[in-house]
């Protein structure tokens, strides 16, 4: 059982920059791949960042160069910070685990954060 709490999110104009949040509670976090998804209105949801337990990382194209994720497997946490948003920047944010064995996967998701980019 996962629980997760993303925060951070708000409105911003173009250039702008915002970190967002997600702790992670129920579970030991550091056995779980954490990553970063996001769908805009009539999109579906796409990755955007994942950083895995092993301490890989990957980060969709459109994000790279300006999106950093990281981890905190003290504080159960992981954050994404956003640099130089763009409008089509624009999407609810979702904080997800993601838990292997063997060759199944287990995901758990945030509730979502809405992240609005406009002039």
């Known amino acids: 059982q996962v629980q997760l709490v993303e925060s951070g999110g708000g409105s911003v104009q173009p250039g702008g920059s915002l970190r967002l949040s997600c702790v992670a509670s129920?579970?030991?976090?550091?056995?779980?791949?954490m990553g970063w998804y996001r769908q805009a209105p009539g999109k579906h949801r796409e990755l955007v960042a994942v950083?895995?337990?092993?301490?890989?990382?990957n980060y969709a194209d459109s994000v790279k160069g300006r999106f950093t994720i990281s981890r905190d497997n003290a504080k159960n946490t992981v954050y994404l910070q956003m640099n130089s948003l763009k409008s089509e920047d624009t999407a609810v944010y979702y904080c997800?685990?993601?838990?292997?064995?063997?060759?199944?996967?287990?995901?758990?998701w945030g509730q979502g954060t809405q992240v609005t980019v406009s002039s």
């Open positions: 997800n685990a993601r838990h292997r064995v063997s060759e199944e996967k287990y995901d758990y």
């Open positions: 129920g579970t030991i976090f550091s056995m779980y791949d």
């Open positions: 950083f895995t337990a092993s301490g890989l990382t």
